[in-house]
């Protein structure tokens, strides 16, 4: 069940497509009720597209196959990030691509859709190991862990925002957590700090292939 990306490379990708003042929105461990709706809402409101690493636990629970279908529906794109939030960095390479596999099959069963495409795969916790290469050998490709807002670590609204202007670096990923626990001072961070950024004349892109 390959993923779809187009010619993927273990290195992890951190650009975002498009030059100057761009970045691309990345966001983990969703979906995830109320916080990711009012992410999707904010995203839909602005315009922008983004890429949801999903974790197949979140969408087995109960309303998360009908945000994962809000997500592509939306026009949103799709990241592969296991089936739970278990560390896959000792896992060997079967254990991990079963994983991988299973999650696919997760995702693809909740859009009732067999061939959905799932091009971007982030491992859980960072921890890559050796699945950067597993993901590849299954068309993903993988997404680096840059830019982030430690928002696992702690859940102030002030700090996060500051953490995310911070992390808006042009030409590269940020990424951001819908999942894993009450994110709500997350979404509200990316509502902040997103439209100042906007006003400001940024642009919200996809991941894409760059040399720095």
């Not at 739970?84 to 299973?102: I, K, N």
């Amino acid at each position: 069940m390959p993923g779809g990306a187009i010619d993927p490379v273990a290195e992890p990708l951190r650009w975002a497509s498009g030059t100057g003042r761009v970045a691309a929105l990345t966001f983990d461990d969703g979906p995830n009720g109320d916080d990711t709706a009012r992410l999707l809402d904010f995203l839909a409101e602005t315009g922008i597209r983004a890429v949801f690493c999903v974790v197949g636990e979140c969408i087995l629970a109960p309303g998360g196959a009908a945000l994962l279908r809000r997500i592509v529906a939306d026009g949103h794109l799709l990241g592969n990030h296991s089936t739970s939030f278990a560390d896959l960095g000792e896992a060997t390479e079967d254990d991990a691509a079963a994983a991988m596999r299973q999650n696919l099959a997760i995702i693809r069963a909740a859009l009732g859709d067999p061939g959905a495409a799932v091009p971007f795969f982030r491992a859980p916790n960072g921890s890559w190991g050796g699945t950067a290469a597993v993901a590849v050998g299954l068309g993903m490709q993988p997404l680096a862990v840059v830019n982030t807002i430690d928002d696992w670590r702690q859940t102030d609204t002030g700090v996060l925002v500051e953490n995310l202007r911070a992390a808006i670096v042009p030409g590269e990923l940020v990424l951001v957590h819908d999942g894993g626990g009450d994110r709500s001072p997350s979404i509200a961070a990316v509502r902040t700090v997103v439209g100042e950024r906007l006003a400001e004349g940024w642009s919200f892109t996809l991941p894409g292939i760059r040399t720095p």
